[in-house]
């Protein structure tokens, strides 16, 4: 049980503190036996984001939030709260463990249930999620450790049953069946654990969109693709999700056709499987960053956001980075960012395929420079800044034809300097090593 007023359980941060700490590790081994400079660039990038992420997760545990966002059976921050018959509030599987033991009071006030009826919190709930997002920080995933003690055996029944359905030759009932996993995989994440559990779930679940067109039911596709969106979230999930043989290729797929929530969908489930380095593999191989692009570049609102996020995480992947360059990241992009379009999204992937020649290439030829030192001198965010400063550093590195056009700049703006006293630490970097290279090329003044 979590201490009085810890955000989330010792045992969940604590495991995401040693696994940080292990990341940061590796990437401190790497810089030391690395001797490639552009690859050192990248690792102690990634060591930075570690290491901010370390600092965020050791905050986490200090916080403190409200009495009454607290289970009173866990004492924890209620995810999912219900009412219960006598009007008290509880997190939805501790009350549901309880009743499923036999017992027919309400643990606080000891009166006896009139019925057994678990009715959402939804105040409560939008409470705790307004007051996270107040902090700037994410309502935290349902404890893991306890998912196995509080899966109901109608629950099971329920999932047993519902997997038989969506395979079921009637079209009606796979179509109820998925709609209603759909939902049962949103709020609770008893069944996103029995999926986990069930080796053949999943081929089921994914069964109907093998062996019809999806066009043909968009609905189904729909409620298929976010039911496997939503079994991702889970982390004991993803290694799962992607090793099964159809997931890929039909979220491949739903990238293509569907609704646009579809394709959303399918988007933002390859973002969150693509969290482990063995599936940003097998998503990269299975070609998942073409259509992601195209879908970036129809410029639909709903699906940008999360069709960068997927393409960013895949590229973290030295391999990637050339699948995405070949299948015209580049292009896309800076258009975006040259119509002023998710630019701080955007310019955090270029930065990361800064590191590959021919996408340098490509950014040069396509008026990087320029737009890069614009962005600098508009835009308030540190982070935008640095990325831009991070890849101007690359192309003046690259082709020293684009120096004069920086060297220029920085005469009439001196847009560089400034950012020498007012960046991030890595923008600085960057800023004096592309004015130390305009001085080495500067051209002598010679006088009579």
């Known amino acids: 049980?979590?201490?009085?007023?810890?955000?989330?359980?010792?045992?969940?941060?604590?495991?995401?503190v040693t696994e940080l700490k292990k990341e940061l590790e590796r990437l401190v081994k790497a810089i030391v036996i690395d001797e490639e400079d552009f690859c050192k660039?990248?690792?102690?990038?990634?060591?930075?984001?570690?290491?901010?992420?370390l600092k965020d997760w050791k905050f986490k545990k200090s916080l403190k939030f409200p009495q009454h966002f607290r289970c009173p059976i866990s004492n924890e921050l209620m995810r999912d709260p219900v009412i219960l018959a006598t009007g008290q509030t509880y997190e939805r599987?501790?009350?549901?463990?309880?009743?499923?033991?036999?017992?027919?009071?309400?643990?606080?006030?000891?009166?006896?249930?009139?019925?057994?009826?678990?009715i959402p919190n939804n105040l409560v709930q939008d409470m705790i999620s307004q007051w996270c997002k107040d902090r700037g920080i994410e309502l935290p995933k349902p404890v893991q450790s306890t998912h196995d003690q509080c899966i109901t055996k109608g629950e099971k029944e329920c999932?047993?049953?519902?997997?038989?359905?969506?395979?079921?030759?009637?079209?009606?009932?796979?179509?109820?069946?998925?709609?209603?996993l759909r939902s049962l995989t949103k709020r609770m994440p008893s069944f996103r654990t029995l999926f986990g559990e069930n080796r053949d779930a999943i081929p089921k679940l994914l069964r109907p969109?093998?062996?019809?067109?999806?066009?043909?039911h968009p609905d189904l596709q729909e409620d298929l693709i976010t039911t496997v969106l939503n079994l991702s979230i889970l982390d004991e999930n993803k290694k799962l999700v992607a090793e099964t043989s159809e997931a890929i290729p039909l979220l491949i797929e739903s990238l293509r056709t569907g609704t646009i929530e579809t394709r959303t969908n399918a988007a933002a489930a390859l973002f969150t499987l693509s969290a482990l380095d063995s599936n940003k593999s097998i998503i990269g191989l299975a070609g998942a960053?073409?259509?992601l692009i195209d879908l970036l570049e129809e410029g639909h609102q709903l699906a940008m956001k999360d069709a960068a996020s997927a393409i960013f995480n895949l590229c973290i992947l030295h391999e990637n980075k050339a699948r995405a360059v070949r299948d015209g990241a580049v292009k896309v992009i800076m258009q975006k960012i040259k119509d002023r379009v998710h630019v701080d999204e955007l310019l955090a992937i270029l930065a990361i395929l800064s590191g590959h020649q021919k996408?340098?290439?490509?950014?040069?030829?396509?008026?990087a420079v320029s737009c890069l030192l614009s962005i600098i001198r508009e835009n308030t965010c540190g982070r935008s800044k640095e990325n831009s400063i991070a890849i101007l550093y690359s192309i003046s590195y690259n082709d020293r034809s684009k120096l004069r056009e920086i060297r220029e700049e920085e005469n009439v703006n001196?847009?560089?300097?400034?950012?020498t006293q007012n960046g991030t630490s890595r923008a600085r970097r960057k800023a004096n090593g592309i004015l130390e290279r305009l001085n080495r090329t500067a051209v002598p003044t010679h006088t009579a």
């Open 359 to 367: 996408a340098v290439e490509e950014m040069s030829e396509l008026g």
């Open 414 to 419: 001196g847009t560089i300097s400034q950012l």
């Open 289 to 291: 960053l073409k259509p």
């Open 93 to 118: 599987q501790f009350i549901q463990a309880w009743l499923d033991a036999g017992f027919r009071t309400c643990p606080q006030t000891q009166q006896v249930l009139s019925h057994t009826n678990l």
């Open 159 to 180: 999932f047993d049953s519902l997997i038989k359905k969506v395979v079921s030759p009637s079209l009606p009932e796979q179509k109820l069946a998925a709609k209603e």
């Open 209 to 216: 969109l093998s062996m019809c067109r999806a066009d043909f």
């Open 1 to 16: 049980m979590a201490k009085t007023g810890v955000l989330d359980s010792d045992a969940v941060v604590m495991m995401k």
């Open 41 to 53: 660039e990248e690792v102690f990038d990634r060591g930075i984001e570690t290491m901010l992420a």
